[in-house]
C-alpha cells in the first residue's frame, strides 16, 4: 500500500506542486507536477490571497491531473524576509527509577528550550534540535536509553511573521487542502541537494529564488543558522530592463539566453539583438554590457550572504563550502564568481537520484519543491504496514471481516 506525500512550493516567481508515492520499501517517486507562474506575491510574502489562492490552485489541478490522486494534505515551504532564527538551551530533570531517558524527557526538554520570549506577531516554524547533553557530556545525538540526572538540548528555534504564516496558510486551507507542516524553505532545499558528508563538516545553503536568497548553514548535520535576503534574480532581471531600456520580460529572456555573470567570459566583441523600448526597438547590445550589469548585483548578492555567514559566527567551521541553488544558480558564471567574492569551495546543487517524472524537475531552481517532499518522507508518518501477500493473506483478510475482535 503505498503512502502519497504531497509538497507547495509557493515562491515569487513560480507555484510548484509536487506528488509523491512512497512504495513498501521507503523508495519515493514522483507521479504528479504541477507549474505554474506565481501571482499575488512579493519577496516570498503574499501580498494578494486571492491572486496567490488561484495561483495556488492551477499548480495543484496540474498535479492531480497528472498523478491521478486528489491532493487532500500537502507540506507547504515558507520563506521572506519576515523570517528569523535563534538558538535556545532547556535543561530538565530525569526522573529516577525509569530505565534511562524517554521520549517524554525529551519532549520536557524541549518545552523548556522554547519557552524563550517570542513577540506576539510572531509564530514559531520550527523548534530543531541541535544536540543533547546528559549530566555535562554534550554531543549526545540521540539520548533515548541512556542513564543520567539532568538532560539539556541546544534547538534552533525559527519563527516568522505571524500574519504572513496565516496569509499563505489561508490560501492553501481555503482550497480543502490541509498543511501537514510548514518547512523553511532553506532547511527543505537542504534535504534536496545536500550530502551527508557536507552538512557534516559544515556547509552554507544558499537558495537564490526570484525575490529572495534563503541561507541556512549546517554543521555536525544540524543548522545552526538561518535568514532570509531580500534580493534575488528579479533584482539581477530589474537592472537588466533598466540597463537595457526594456521591457521586464525582454531582460528576463536576454538574462536566461545570454547573461553571464563575469565579464571576463564573455567576447568583447559579441552582440545580441534586443527588443527596446521605443520606435526602433531593435539595436545590438554588446554582450559584455549585460554581463557587466548582472555581475555587479550578483557580487552584492553573494557579498550580502558572506556578510551573514560572518554574522552568524560560523565562518570559520564551513570546510565544505556554499552550494548554490535555486533559478538563479543557473545563470552561467555564477559559481566562479561566487567562489571569488567568498573565497571558499561552491558547488551548483540539484536534486539527484529521484525516480519518475524528474525530466523538469532535476535543476537548481526545484531543490526546494523536491526537497519538501524528501521532509515528508523524513519526519512524517510512518507508512502503513504492507498487506500479506498471496492466497494465504487475502483468506485471512476475508476472516478477519468476520471474526469478532
Known amino acids: 500500500m503505498e503512502r502519497i506525500i504531497a509538497g507547495i512550493d509557493v ?22 507536477v504541477g507549474v505554474v507562474p506565481s501571482r499575488g506575491l512579493r519577496k516570498g510574502v503574499v501580498v494578494n490571497v486571492g491572486e496567490a489562492t488561484e495561483a495556488i490552485a492551477a499548480s495543484v489541478e496540474k498535479a492531480e491531473r497528472v498523478s491521478g490522486y486528489e491532493i487532500e494534505r500537502a507540506y507547504v515551504g515558507v520563506a521572506g524576509a519576515h523570517i528569523s532564527c535563534v538558538n535556545s538551551r532547556g535543561m530538565v530533570a530525569i526522573s529516577r527509577g525509569r530505565g534511562g531517558i524517554t521520549q ?93 558528508n557536507e ?30 535576503l531580500p534580493v534575488g534574480g528579479n533584482h539581477l532581471t530589474n537592472d537588466l530592463a533598466v540597463g537595457l531600456r526594456a521591457p521586464f520580460g525582454v531582460a528576463e529572456e536576454v538574462k536566461k539566453k545570454y547573461g553571464y555573470a563575469r565579464v571576463e567570459g564573455v567576447d568583447p566583441g559579441e552582440a545580441v539583438e534586443v527588443a527596446m523600448f521605443g520606435e526602433n526597438s531593435q539595436q545590438a547590445i554588446s554582450r559584455q554590457f549585460i554581463a557587466q550589469v548582472l555581475e555587479a548585483r550578483a557580487e552584492e548578492i553573494f557579498e550580502l550572504i558572506l556578510q551573514e555567514v560572518k ?63 524528501l521532509w515528508g518522507l523524513r519526519h512524517g508518518p510512518p507508512p502503513p504496514k504492507p498487506k500479506r501477500g498471496g492466497l494465504l493473506g487475502r483468506l485471512l483478510e476475508w476472516l478477519r471481516v468476520f471474526l469478532p475482535g
Do not use: W
Open 104 to 196: 517524554d524527557d525529551i519532549n520536557r526538554a524541549l518545552e523548556a528550550a522554547r519557552a524563550i520570549a517570542i513577540p506576539y506577531d510572531r509564530s514559531v516554524i520550527h523548534v530543531i534540535p541541535r544536540g543533547y547533553i546528559v549530566d555535562g557530556q554534550d554531543g549526545v545525538r540521540d539520548p533515548i536509553g541512556m542513564h543520567g540526572f539532568r538532560l539539556e538540548v541546544e534547538v534552533h528555534i525559527v519563527t516568522g511573521a505571524a500574519a504572513s504564516i496565516h496569509n499563505l496558510t489561508k490560501c492553501i486551507q481555503d482550497l480543502g487542502i490541509e498543511v501537514e507542516d510548514l518547512v523553511l524553505s532553506p532547511l527543505a532545499a537542504g534535504e534536496a541537494v545536500l550530502t551527508e
Open 199 to 228: 552538512r557534516e563538516m559544515g556547509v552554507v545553503l544558499a537558495d537564490i529564488g526570484g525575490g529572495t536568497t534563503d541561507i541556512a548553514i549546517f554543521v555536525e548535520d544540524t543548522i545552526c543558522h538561518a535568514a532570509v
Open 311 to 373: 554574522r552568524s559566527g560560523y565562518d570559520g567551521l564551513l570546510p565544505a563550502g556554499v552550494v548554490l541553488c535555486g533559478g538563479s544558480a543557473r545563470l552561467a558564471g555564477m559559481r566562479e564568481l561566487a567562489r571569488e567574492v567568498m573565497q571558499l569551495p561552491v558547488r551548483i546543487g540539484a536534486p539527484k537520484d529521484l525516480r519518475g517524472l524528474v525530466d523538469t524537475i532535476s535543476n537548481p531552481a526545484y531543490a526546494a519543491s523536491v526537497g519538501l517532499l
Open 11 to 32: 515562491g515569487t516567481t513560480k507555484i510548484c506542486t509536487l506528488v509523491g508515492e512512497v512504495d513498501e520499501g521507503g523508495a519515493l517517486s514522483i507521479v504528479g
